[in-house]
Nanobody, 116 residues
Framework: QVQLVESGGGLVQPGGSLRLSCAAS????????MSWYRQAPGKERGMVAS????????NYRDSVKGRFTISRDDTKNTVYLQMNNLESEDTAVYYC?????????WGQGIQVTVSS
């Protein structure tokens, strides 16, 4: 069955770094664009970064540009989110999403907390 399993979250101090990973299985990974979303308490879920199925195109929300980098390794069916210079406002549950032509899949989410 389809699985998207996030890992790499946790507690980090402001200015620190984390790398999130999302391991995919059960579908043709190279046919799907991949994205990271996040949802903070009391706020709507919103897109953080996305990467096309080819890996040639990426997009970021304005607040993370220059700090976050999305990448994918098609040999491992994995998408990554490198997060540098983290801020308290980055605290949220982060979700991985796979988007195909007709279908989309979500991971279960992983907590990232930025606090001193």
């Amino acid at each position: 069955q389809v699985q998207l399993v996030e890992s790499g979250g946790g507690l980090v101090q402001p200015g620190g770094s984390l790398r999130l990973s999302c391991a995919a299985s059960g579908f043709t990974f190279t046919s799907y664009a991949m994205s990271w979303y996040r949802q903070a308490p009391g706020k709507e879920r919103g897109m953080v970064a996305s990467i096309s199925s080819t890996g040639l195109s990426t997009n970021y929300r304005d607040s993370v540009k220059g700090r976050f980098t999305i990448s994918r390794d098609d040999t491992k069916n994995t998408v990554y989110l490198q997060m540098n210079n983290l801020e308290s406002e980055d605290t949220a549950v982060y979700y991985c999403k796979a988007r195909g032509t007709l279908t989309e899949y979500w991971g279960q989410g992983i907590q990232v907390t930025v606090s001193s």
